[in-house]
T-cell receptor, first 112, second 108 residues
Framework: DTAVSQTPKYLVTQMGNDKSIKCEQNLGHDTMYWYKQDSKKFLKIMFSYNNKELIINETVPNRFSPKSPDKAHLNLHINSLELGDSAVYFC???????????FGSGTRLTVV | RKEVEQDPGPFNVPEGATVAFNCTYSNSASQSFFWYRQDCRKEPKLLMSVYSSGNEDGRFTAQLNRASQYISLLIRDSKLSDSATYLCVGGGADGLTFGKGTHLIIQP
């Protein structure tokens, strides 16, 4: 049973396209996150949702729009993809900061 | 800006040796601290939480020094399978902040 699952695992697309990444967790956690890990391996938070409500929105271009239809799902839609968006995007969930996060296996996005 | 700083390495260590990493954090309001392990092209996985009293899990010992704002990880009797990147993490109300990781290579 996969705890946090993301799809797709790999995504190669052209500049200017719009794409979505989906994330689902079956851990019953209240909070879900999107992190971006760039080529320098730096893992940086993008968004956080608690029970479908946005609670963290870091300085991210508004081409990135998260959507949480329910507390088990947090999807990420990206408009007008740019070369600099190429990275690995990790979804994570948590039952509280003191418990740490459980990460999905990542989506490797390559914009060409 | 909240930062977690750690030496990126790589640390090349012979199998069986003891290795220690430190990291420092700038946000004195951070309440939770962790060490994560990330293998190449994989997701980060929680290795252990870090407490002021120190905690041990098998060959791994983690320690938090709030006064000096640093966190340490000690690995005893290192195994080849310990080769990975170790991420130092601090967190609070704004979520977890990850360091850039320390790359450890255990050599046979």
């Amino acid at each position: 049973d996969t705890a946090v699952s993301q799809t797709p695992k790999y995504l190669v697309t052209q500049m200017g396209n719009d794409k979505s990444i989906k994330c689902e967790q079956n851990l019953g956690h209240d909070t879900m996150y999107w992190y971006k890990q760039d080529s320098k391996k730096f893992l940086k938070i993008m968004f956080s949702y608690n029970n479908k409500e946005l609670i963290i929105n870091e300085t991210v271009p508004n081409r990135f729009s998260p959507k949480s239809p329910d507390k088990a799902h947090l999807n990420l839609h990206i408009n007008s993809l740019e070369l600099g968006d190429s990275a690995v995007y990790f979804c994570a969930s948590s039952q509280g900061e003191s418990y740490g996060y459980t990460f999905g296996s990542g989506t490797r996005l390559t914009v060409v | 800006r909240k930062e977690v700083e750690q030496d990126p390495g790589p640390f090349n260590v012979p199998e069986g040796a003891t290795v220690a990493f430190n990291c420092t954090y700038s946000n004195s309001a951070s309440q939770s601290f962790f060490w994560y392990r990330q293998d190449c092209r994989k997701e980060p996985k929680l290795l252990m939480s870090v407490y002021s009293s120190g905690n041990e899990d098998g060959r791994f010992t983690a320690q938090l020094n709030r006064a000096s704002q640093y966190i340490s990880l000690l690995i005893r009797d290192s195994k080849l399978s310990d080769s990975a990147t170790y991420l130092c993490v601090g967190g609070g109300a704004d979520g977890l902040t990850f360091g850039k990781g320390t790359h450890l290579i255990i050599q046979p």
